[in-house]
């Protein structure tokens, strides 16, 4: 039906269309010099755009994927990933260090540790895809469409063959795909799962960034953590069907060392929100105990007010007092108030400190005590209680902290 001459391979305007068991030329898909019988198998993935926003990264679970081998020279073997990876790694993990080392009067730092941060996801993202050799921007059950090319190759490439009725491509009569290197095969599979890290890392620091920024309103990056573990287990799984002898340490440690940052950058932010979901429980609790406190001082406070005159009962009572604030405070002393609510423990256990004070002055008086002493004790009390109401106002004007 086509003419026997065809190849399995054209030029499609920028990019090279294929039969899914075609061999590409022994030539470099870069820059179209002799790559000597030198091979890199591809593994590729593609998910129509509309697909990818409608569902996100679980499309990439389900996408159509294909398997290419690319000819390199020599000078194009040598990639700048993981170059790049490294150097952004270390760039991360100065920039986590020196969060975790911040004090709250410094300026420079966090600036710097921020810049790092957006420098080294950057530098991560480039590594991962900015650097890739080759990519599908189609894939059919048949035919495979790969951008990144070069020019020189692609000029080498034959015109596209004519299609048959209704449209349809040629195909090979006889699949010449020839079975592949097991070491080739070993180094594709460790790519797609250093790729598949790289990408859970990417995630991860996002989200360690924007929590150690933003911690009330944090982004969890979770298209890019998921995108990578699916390619991490299935680059995995694929790694370990390759022979023990085409398995290098080198690349295991690699990949533990990716995903170990990964893991320690979201163990982070796991543990810090777990912390600080603690924190807010037990000072809801502290509050809760030292309000039940509050309440029955200022009830015994207004009822030794109310009488007429002064006597053993009414000194006593203020004793009382005292122990109740005393209680109050003491509670919320002893409580870990979440950094943003610190300013409003510390206030309320000053201000109920004081109200001790003031209870424990009445408590000394007798009726013989001057109408003046009354009056300056009285005013004290006013002025705390006023202070507690201001306090509260306060906190009711602070936003309140999503997580």
């Given at each position: ?188 599979a460790f790519r797609d799962a250093r790729n598949g890290a790289l990408a859970f890392l ?64 979201g163990g982070w932010v796991v543990t810090n929100e777990v912390t600080a979901v603690t ?64 300013w409003y423990r510390d206030g309320l256990v000053r201000n109920y400190r004081e109200a ?48």
């Amino acid at each position: 039906m086509f003419a026997s001459q065809f190849t399995g391979y054209w030029r499609d305007g920028k990019r090279v269309a294929m039969d899914r068991n075609a061999v590409l030329p022994d030539r470099c898909f870069k820059c179209n010099e002799p790559a000597d019988g030198y091979r890199r198998t591809v593994k590729l993935t593609h998910v129509p755009l509309g697909t990818e926003m409608m569902v996100g990264a679980i499309a990439y679970a389900f996408a159509k994927q294909a398997e290419v081998e690319v000819g390199l020279c020599e000078r194009h073997r040598r990639s700048r990933a993981i170059n790049i990876a490294l150097v952004s790694l270390a760039v991360l993990g100065a920039s986590i260090f020196v969060f975790t080392q911040v004090q709250a009067t410094d300026v420079v730092l966090p600036l710097l540790a921020t810049a790092g941060l957006i420098g080294g996801v950057i530098g991560l993202l480039y590594a991962a895809v900015g650097t890739r050799l080759v990519r599908a921007t189609q894939i059919t059950d048949t035919h495979v469409w790969l951008k990144g090319a070069g020019e020189p190759f692609l000029a080498s490439l034959p015109d596209a063959p004519a299609v048959g009725a209704g449209g349809t491509l040629p195909t090979l009569d006889v699949a010449t795909a020839t079975p592949p290197d097991p070491a080739v095969a070993a180094n594709a599979a460790f790519r797609d799962a250093r790729n598949g890290a790289l990408a859970f890392l990417v995630g991860c620091i996002v989200t360690f960034g924007s929590y150690a920024l933003l911690p009330s309103r944090y982004v969890i990056a979770w298209g890019a953590v998921i995108y990578g573990l699916i390619r991490l287990v299935r680059g995995v799984g694929a790694y370990l069907k390759a022979p023990a002898e085409h398995r290098k340490m080198g690349q295991a440690v690699m990949l533990v060392a990716i995903v170990g940052a990964g893991i320690f950058a979201g163990g982070w932010v796991v543990t810090n929100e777990v912390t600080a979901v603690t924190q807010a429980n037990e000072f809801d609790s502290a509050l809760t105990t030292a309000g039940d406190f509050q309440i029955q001082g200022a009830r015994l406070f207004r009822d030794v007010m109310n009488r007429d005159g002064w006597s053993a009962q009414d000194s006593a009572d203020m004793r009382q007092v005292a122990s109740s604030y005393g209680k109050a405070a003491d509670v919320l002393a002893a409580s870990s108030a979440p950094a943003e609510y610190a300013w409003y423990r510390d206030g309320l256990v000053r201000n109920y400190r004081e109200a001790v004070d003031i209870a424990m002055l009445f408590s000394n008086l007798t009726s013989a005590s001057s109408q003046s002493t009354f009056d300056a004790l009285i005013a004290r009390w006013s002025t705390r209680v006023k202070d507690l109401s201001q306090l509260q106002t306060k906190l009711d004007a602070q936003p309140t902290p999503t997580r």
